[in-house]
T-cell receptor
Framework: ETGVTQSPTHLIKTRGQQVTLRCSSQSGHNTVSWYQQALGQGPQFIFQYYREEENGRGNFPPRFSGLQFPNYSSELNVNALELDDSALYLC??????????????FGPGTRLLVL | EDKVVQSPLSLVVHEGDTVTLNCSYEVTNFRSLLWYKQEKKAPTFLFMLTSSGIEKKSGRLSSILDKKELFSILNITATQTGDSAVYLCAVLNYGGSQGNLIFGKGTKLSVKP
């Protein structure tokens, strides 16, 4: 098991609502990346946080936003939920040193269902 | 557009068989290629490959990267039912971030007793 934890494990919301997902990174890691995995697909990169700033973003609309805290933990916020937002949301932590990012280790994910 | 393509998408074998999973990629800012195993939720790390032609091994699993032909293979020998999972191939991309993973759709491996 990695030291990456996520909460909650499952969540049910209705269209138009807002949701916050949380991730605690592995000890010694300073970078957090978020991915969305729809059923039967590979994970898709949402964004990455390093030194409390967004550091790269995939093809996701602005209603997907995030935060990173001084202890390197992170939140993913999704506003105005749509049915297509139903997916497994994975957080991955890694250590960035100099110009090199080391391996990303994943948490267990949060399964979000939007009705 | 950057992409990672895995084949086959699904595979059914019997215990003891040897399997080869394929991964090809077209990624502009390639840094390394990673393999993960996903059983229920969290993808678990298997290998990171950065250099061509150097095989990495862990028990019955091995993997190699060909940066000239832009592909990698993951071999599993003497398969066991516990190897049943989705195997994900990902490329670490350094375009626009400090490294985000571009994943293939995965290969679903089912090992029957």
């Amino acid at each position: 098991e990695t030291g990456v934890t996520q909460s909650p494990t499952h969540l049910i919301k209705t269209r138009g609502q807002q949701v916050t997902l949380r991730c605690s990174s592995q000890s010694g890691h300073n970078t957090v990346s978020w991915y969305q995995q729809a059923l039967g697909q590979g994970p898709q990169f949402i964004f990455q946080y390093y030194r409390e700033e967004e550091n790269g973003r995939g093809n996701f609309p602005p209603r997907f936003s995030g935060l990173q805290f001084p202890n390197y933990s992170s939140e993913l916020n999704v506003n105005a939920l749509e049915l297509d937002d139903s997916a497994l949301y994975l957080c991955a932590s890694s250590r960035f040193q100099g110009t090199t990012q080391e391996t990303q280790y994943f948490g267990p994910g949060t399964r979000l269902l939007v009705l | 557009e950057d992409k990672v393509v895995q084949s086959p998408l699904s595979l059914v074998v019997h215990e003891g068989d040897t399997v080869t999973l394929n991964c090809s990629y077209e990624v502009t800012n390639f840094r390394s290629l990673l393999w993960y195993k996903q059983e229920k939720k969290a993808p678990t790390f298997l290998f990171m490959l950065t250099s061509s032609g150097i095989e990495k091994k862990s028990g019955r699993l091995s993997s190699i990267l060909d940066k000239k032909e832009l592909f990698s293979i993951l071999n599993i020998t003497a398969t066991q039912t516990g190897d049943s999972a989705v195997y994900l191939c990902a490329v670490l991309n350094y375009g626009g971030s400090q490294g985000n993973l571009i994943f293939g759709k995965g290969t679903k491996l089912s090992v029957k007793p």
